[in-house]
Structures are given as C-alpha cells and as structure tokens.
C-alpha cells in the first residue's frame, strides 16, 4: 500500500508545496500565496485548505497520508515552535501544533535553510552522506547542519546560522541582524555587490565590471570567469573569507561533505575550487579532506527536506 505526506516550504512571498510518495518521489508540486496580512493569520489556514483539496482531488484517505513537514523562514525549535519569524509576521508559537490541528495530519516543523539542507542529503548533492553541511549563498547565508541524518535545530532554533558567523570585528557596516562583519556581509549576493562596490570606488584599477549600471553577484563570476583583474580579487576575497568560516565550522561537526546552493552557486567550478582551496588552508588537519559539491534540488530543496522530515 503507498504512502504519501506533503512537503511545504513557506516564504515571504510563496509557500511551495509538493506531494511525494514515501519512496520520495516528488509526484506533484504547486505554490499558493503566503498571505502577510494581519500578521499572517491565514497562512496556516490557507496551507491546509490546498493539501485538503489535493487530497479530494487525488481521491486519497488521510489514513494514507505519513504527514506534513514544514519550512519556515525562522529560528524552529525541535518542538514545533517557532521563535518569531519576522518575514511572515509571526510571533512565537508551535506552528507543527497548530497545523495538526487543522488538518488532522502529523506535522514536523523546522528552519528553512535546515531543512533544505536535509533534503539535498536525501535526494540532491549530499546524497549518499549522513553529515552534511549546507551553506546557501541567496540574498543572505543560510546554513543548515545534518549530524547522523538529523538536523541540528538547537536550544532555541538558531543551529546553522552559519550567515551570522563573525568574519571581521573591523567592519563599520551593519548586517541584518544588527550586527558588524558577518558572513553574510561578504558571501551573499548582495555581500559580493557590496565588496565590489567598495572597490571601484577605492581604486581606479581597470575593469570591465565599471561599465555596467548595476553589478551583481553573477557579473562578478562572469567576468572574473573572463579573466578580469579585479572580479578575480574580489572572487579570491570572497573564497578566503568562506573557505576560512567553514573551515570553523568543521571544527565543530566534522561534515563528511558541504553542499553550496543558492543562487551564488551558480558560479559552479570557480566558486567550489576558490572556497575549497582556502578551506584546505585552515582547516584541522583530520577535516582537510572534507568534500565540496554543489546543490542539486534548487528550489525544491525545502520540499525535499520538509517531506524527509516526517520519515
């Protein structure tokens, strides 16, 4: 008899929702609006409404259904709860309970970027290992850490923020999160446009980078792909910076391979053999070896990880 569960990754603008046999084979996938209003009252509601008309629609029992996993862009604790999450409007409560309630269904809850990185150790770049980490270069860093198969959430939901790492106490620049010199400050998309930005206007060193109305992380890739002299250093400053930061991070889990997605990822080779090489550099010596992929599910990572959840 199959068995089937759902995997729904909420963001601020989208929840992805898929349908998967337990055998995870992804047999549908559909997006609904994440409604904010109101500090998203309805989101919950509207989640539910959607797994229960695709349920209608397939002719399928409840009795059939393993559960619902979920992805939320915020700190999660083990136990369902989330510790506010600013993007959706949500204060602290067990969003797991509250969707069980609604749909009848067993339900985990965890932090997106965690359970993105569950889902690439199951069926995407990770696949084949039990001790992944993930670290996705989007607009921010997120990070997400699989010890044994299981994500580590943490006390109070934070474990992965590997974005929030503190790279240099000489920043004067705030971070999101109301701090100097993270992460996230150097190696997101946004972090990249940054350090180039800072460093046209410090020199007046040649490069093809000047001409454009508006760098971004891709064009930085691209030409340094090209051979230009300043995207090449500022490639090699951000490879430094995160080869370095997840040379910490191995001190700690001691991975058996790191994953690289986001849309930063998408520089490929380049970015991989940069970050590998500074890695090597400070790494402990029983992590030197550590392997580097990139991510393979893309956006459907969260609906991966999310359905892996309920397993």
Known sequence: ???????????????????????????????????????????????????????EKEGISKDDVQGIGVGVPGP??????????????????????????????????GNDAN?????????????GHKDVVMVTLGTGVGGGIIVDGKMISGAAGAGGEIGHISVNDEEPEVCGCGKHGCLEQYASATGIVRLVNRKLAATDEESALRGLKKVTAKDVFDEAKAGDKLAIEIVEEVGAILGKALANVCCVVDPEIIVIG??????GRILIDVVRKNFVVHAFHACQNTEFALATLGNDAGMYGCMNMIL
Not at 81 to 109: E, H, I, M
Not at 115 to 127: D, I, P, R, S
Not at 262 to 267: I, L, P, R, T
């Open 76 to 109: 999660v604790k083990a136990n369902g709860v989330v510790n506010r999450c600013v993007n959706l409007g949500w204060d602290v409560f067990n969003v797991a309970d509250s969707l069980t309630t609604k749909t009848g269904l067993p339900v985990k809850a």
């Open 115 to 127: 359970v993105a990185a569950l889902g690439e150790m199951w069926q995407g770049g990770g696949k």
């Open 262 to 267: 986001g849309g930063v990822s998408k520089a």
């Open 1 to 55: 008899m199959k068995k089937y569960g759902f995997g729904v990754d909420i963001g601020g603008t989208t929840c992805k929702i898929g349908f998967f046999e337990t055998s995870g084979k992804l047999l549908d996938k559909w997006e609904i609006h994440t409604n904010t209003e109101n500090n998203g009252a309805s989101i919950l509601n509207d989640v539910a409404e959607s797994i229960a008309q695709k349920l």
